[in-house]
């Protein structure tokens, strides 16, 4: 099993500020994906990144892949209400994706 | 309908019970999963299904058995499961072996009592 863990495991922010959480792990990923889950709803596909050291914009949210292809971030810039959510970051191995612990994102108005 | 559905929503059970989840996929996809989602931990591989022929079995409990008719229909029949078997139950979809990204039901909320 390959293990990727997330941080912080609860972030509590105000409407407006920058953000960022992380995706960490000693396993090398072939790629890997950023996923947002809203209460009582599955994960839903941010991203993927494939090669080491990318960078890949979504509007105001960043993702960066680590030269190592170990570790990414995500990086979310003003947040709004909207962001609101569980982030799970899943890295690619041979035929399965990997899931993080994720990451509680509440934005406050 | 477009996506992943999944029925029923929400599912209250008793532990003598059988009972049955369904997925459906309207993508053209060839891949189906399982997943276990409970608090405070990660997302649990439960099933994996290519083409209809299922591909990996991550350990899980026969009280929980998979069928796949056909590569749009995954079911997870379950009896005599436990409480601690209460967790969303997610069903997700890709394109393999290309694997981009999984497409994810809603889930189902199940809960043993």
């Known amino acids: 099993t390959q293990l990727l863990e997330q941080s912080p495991q609860f972030l509590s922010i105000q409407e407006g500020e920058n953000l960022t959480v992380y995706c960490n792990s000693s396993?090398?990923?072939?790629?890997l994906q950023w996923y947002r889950q809203e209460p009582g709803e599955g994960p839903v596909l941010l991203v993927t990144?494939?090669?080491?050291?990318e960078v890949k914009k979504l509007k105001r949210l960043t993702f960066q892949f680590g030269d190592a292809r170990k570790d990414s971030s995500l990086h979310i810039t003003a947040a709004q209400p909207g962001d609101t959510g569980l982030y799970l970051c899943a890295g690619g191995a041979g035929n399965q994706f990997y899931f993080g612990t994720g990451t509680s994102l509440t934005v406050i108005p | 309908e477009t996506g992943v559905t999944q029925t029923p929503r929400h599912l209250v059970m008793g532990m003598t019970n059988k009972k049955s989840l369904k997925c459906e996929q309207h993508?053209?996809?060839?891949?189906m999963y399982w997943y276990k989602q409970s608090a405070k931990k990660p997302l649990e591989l439960m099933f994996v299904?290519?083409?209809?022929?299922?591909?990996e079995n991550n350990s899980v409990p026969s009280r929980f058995s998979p069928e796949c008719p056909n590569s749009s229909h995954l079911f997870l029949h379950l009896h005599t499961l436990q409480p601690e078997d209460s967790a969303l139950y997610l069903c997700a979809s890709s394109q393999a072996p290309e694997g981009g990204g999984y497409t994810f039901g809603s889930g189902t909320r199940l809960t043993v009592v």
């Open positions: 993508l053209g996809h060839n891949a």
């Open positions: 299904y290519n083409f209809k022929e299922q591909t």
């Open positions: 990144v494939v090669t080491g050291g």
């Open positions: 396993s090398v990923f072939s790629s």
